[in-house]
C-alpha cells in the first residue's frame, strides 16, 4: 500500500536538486517552464540569442525561490554555440535531468484566403509570399536544432542516472499546428516545422529508450497560451466571442499556471515516454 505522503502536491513535483536546461526560456512559454522547474527546487539554466531577456528572466524569480535560473546567451542553430553550451554545463555540473527543446519562431504567414479565389491567383500568392530561406530559417530553429541540442546533451543526461537514480528526459515543445491539418490562415512553414518536431520527438524517444541510453523524449503540443507569438490582445471579447472568433471550445487563452502543471508532469514522471500531450482548450477537437 502507497504512503499517502507521496501522493502530496509537493512530493509529486519535487525536483530539488535537479539541474534543467531551457531553450529560447527568456521569454514566453520558455521561462514559464524555467520559472516552474526553479519554484520546485531546481536550477535551471536558460539559453537564447537575447542577452537582455536572458538576464530579466533570471532576475525574475522571487528571494524565497528554492531553485534559481542561470543565463547563458548562445544561438542553437550553430553548432559550435551548442557545443560552447555543453562545455560549460558540464564544467559546471556533473549531469543534466531536464531539457526542454523550446526555441521556436513563427515564420512567414501568407493567407492566400485573402486573394481571388482562381488557381492563378491562389498559385501566385503561395509561390510569391515566401522564400525558401524563410522556411529553412523555421525549420532549422524549430526542429534541426533540436536534434543538434539532444544529441550533444546526451552524455549529461545519461549521467543522471548515476547522480539521482534516473536517467534525464528531453521534452520537446511542438504545437497544435502540427497536428491540425489546416494551415490556419497560410503559416505552412510553421506548421510543416512543428509536425517534424513531433515525428523527431518519437524518432528519439524509440532510439534513445535502448538499455545503454534509458533517456526518455516526449513531446508537448500548446494551443493559444500568453507569449510573444500569442499576444493577449490579440483575443479580445467574451468567451462566447473567443469561441466564435478563435474556435476554442473553453472560450480563452491557457493560463501560465496550466502549462506548467503539463512541464512538470513531464519532468517527474518516468513512466511516460514517447508521448504527446495535448493542452488547446479543445481547439483540435473542434477545428481539426
Known amino acids: 500500500m502507497s504512503n499517502t505522503?507521496?501522493?502530496?502536491?509537493?512530493?509529486?513535483?519535487?525536483?530539488?536538486?535537479?539541474?534543467?536546461?531551457?531553450?529560447?526560456?527568456?521569454?514566453?512559454?520558455?521561462?514559464?517552464?524555467?520559472?516552474?522547474?526553479?519554484?520546485?527546487?531546481?536550477?535551471?539554466?536558460?539559453?537564447?540569442?537575447?542577452l537582455d531577456k536572458l538576464e530579466e528572466a533570471a532576475q525574475s524569480l522571487g528571494p524565497d525561490s528554492p531553485g534559481s535560473i542561470i543565463a547563458i546567451q548562445g544561438d542553437i542553430t550553430k553548432k559550435e554555440d551548442i557545443q560552447a553550451l555543453v562545455e560549460h554545463i558540464s564544467s559546471k555540473e556533473k549531469s543534466l535531468n531536464f531539457l526542454i527543446n523550446n526555441a521556436g519562431i513563427k515564420g512567414i504567414k501568407n493567407d492566400f484566403n485573402?486573394?481571388?479565389?482562381?488557381?492563378?491567383?491562389?498559385?501566385k500568392s503561395l509561390f510569391e509570399g515566401s522564400q525558401i530561406q524563410e522556411w529553412q530559417d523555421v525549420l532549422l530553429l524549430n526542429t534541426s536544432a533540436m536534434y543538434f541540442v539532444a544529441a550533444a546533451f546526451l552524455p549529461l543526461l545519461v549521467n543522471a542516472k548515476d547522480t539521482h537514480g534516473n536517467p534525464g528526459s528531453i521534452l520537446?515543445?511542438?504545437?497544435?499546428?502540427?497536428?491540425?491539418?489546416?494551415?490556419?490562415?497560410?503559416?505552412?512553414?510553421y506548421n510543416a516545422a512543428k509536425a517534424a518536431t513531433i515525428s523527431l520527438s518519437q524518432q528519439l524517444a524509440y532510439e534513445f529508450s535502448r538499455p545503454t541510453l534509458n533517456v526518455r523524449v516526449n513531446n508537448?503540443?500548446?494551443?493559444y497560451f500568453p507569449s510573444e507569438m500569442t499576444r493577449p490582445s490579440q483575443f479580445p471579447g467574451t468567451p462566447e466571442e473567443i469561441?466564435?472568433?478563435?474556435?476554442?471550445?473553453?472560450?480563452?487563452?491557457?493560463?501560465?499556471?496550466?502549462?506548467?502543471?503539463?512541464?512538470?508532469?513531464?519532468?517527474v514522471n518516468t513512466y511516460v515516454n514517447g508521448a504527446t500531450l495535448?493542452?488547446?482548450?479543445?481547439?483540435?477537437?473542434?477545428q481539426s
Do not use: C, H
Open 114 to 123: 485573402k486573394v481571388e479565389q482562381t488557381p492563378e491567383a491562389i498559385s
Open 172 to 189: 520537446n515543445i511542438s504545437s497544435m499546428s502540427g497536428i491540425t491539418k489546416q494551415s490556419q490562415g497560410g503559416q505552412f512553414s
Open 243 to 267: 469561441r466564435a472568433q478563435r474556435g476554442i471550445p473553453v472560450g480563452r487563452l491557457g493560463t501560465a499556471r496550466e502549462y506548467a502543471q503539463a512541464v512538470l508532469g513531464f519532468a
Open 278 to 286: 495535448i493542452i488547446d482548450g479543445g481547439w483540435l477537437l473542434a
Open 5 to 50: 505522503s507521496d501522493f502530496r502536491a509537493e512530493s509529486l513535483y519535487n525536483v530539488t536538486g535537479w539541474t534543467a536546461l531551457v531553450t529560447g526560456g527568456g521569454s514566453g512559454l520558455g521561462l514559464i517552464a524555467a520559472q516552474a522547474l526553479a519554484a520546485n527546487g531546481a536550477r535551471v539554466y536558460i539559453t537564447g540569442r537575447r
Open 220 to 223: 508537448l503540443a500548446p494551443g
